[in-house]
């Protein structure tokens, strides 16, 4: 099993970044999606989910308006859309798949930084 995270980056206030979470190793169209968020000295926090079939999303009120989860079942791939990012959303970012068990990628660092 393998979920890499890509696309994260620096960026300045207001902009925008796509982050990509790759699968592998699992039946990926059966599994619910998440990202999650870790910011320094921080709790990690549940970001957005969607289920299985993309068809039901949710979101911290934090990131409500601003990100989109998403997910190609095709591509075994899941997708976070942050736009309008501030300061405040500076973490690691996190994605999961869970069913039965939850399996986690390592992480790819979002700044956001004048």
């Known amino acids: 099993v393998q979920l890499v995270e890509f696309g994260g980056g620096l960026v300045q206030p207001g902009g925008s970044l796509r982050l990509s979470c790759a699968a592998s190793?699992?039946?990926?169209?059966?599994?619910?999606m998440s990202w999650y968020r870790q910011a320094p000295g921080k709790e990690r926090e549940l970001v957005a989910d969607?289920?299985?079939?993309?068809?039901?999303?949710n979101y911290v009120d934090s990131v409500k308006g601003r990100f989109t989860i998403s997910r190609d079942n095709n591509k075994n791939t899941a997708y976070l859309q942050m736009n309008l990012l501030k300061p405040e959303d500076t973490a690691v970012y996190y994605c999961?798949?869970?069913?039965?068990?939850?399996?986690w990628g390592q992480g790819t660092q979002v700044t956001v930084s004048s």
């Open positions: 999961t798949a869970h069913r039965l068990r939850v399996y």
């Open positions: 190793g699992f039946t990926f169209s059966s599994h619910a």
């Open positions: 969607i289920n299985s079939a993309g068809g039901s999303t």
